[in-house]
Nanobody, 127 residues
Framework: QVQLVESGGGLVQAGGSLRLSCAAS????????MGWFRQAPGKEREIVTA????????YYAEFVKGRFTMSRDNAKNSVALQMNSLKPEDTAVYYC????????????????????WGQGTQVTVSS
């Protein structure tokens, strides 16, 4: 079992920045694909970004390209999401997720393919 705990959410003005962290326990994350998702009220959970085992391959949803950066530190068993130039439409609960089933080069972008989820952290961007 993998336990994931997100932190770093909060209230920020439009144009500001936040850095989310996701710490894992129970298993090493070095052979897990990882992802960040978000869910706004009344909307489905959607992929924000994903990263492969070693961190050299990433995927970004179009709406965050050039603004968000995902990284991982396998030695610290954690992933991070640096969010810059935040917009009110980025307001959502952000979740990190871990998937043990895919090969080392895969980035996983589908909600249903992830086995482990954190509890989420609220990000609110005011206009």
């Amino acid at each position: 079992q993998v336990q994931l705990v997100e932190s770093g959410g909060g209230l920020v003005q439009a144009g500001g920045s936040l850095r989310l962290s996701c710490a894992a326990s129970g298993r090493t994350l070095s052979n897990y694909a990882m992802g960040w998702f978000r869910q706004a009220p009344g909307k489905e959970r959607e992929i924000v970004t994903a990263i492969n085992w070693s961190g050299d391959i990433t995927y970004y949803a179009e709406f965050v390209k050039g603004r968000f950066t995902m990284s991982r530190d396998n030695a610290k068993n954690s992933v991070a999401l640096q969010m810059n130039s935040l917009k009110p439409e980025d307001t959502a609960v952000y979740y990190c997720a871990a998937d043990p089933h895919h090969p080392p080069k895969a980035v996983v972008t589908t909600v249903n393919e992830y086995d482990y989820w954190g509890q989420g952290t609220q990000v609110t961007v005011s206009s």
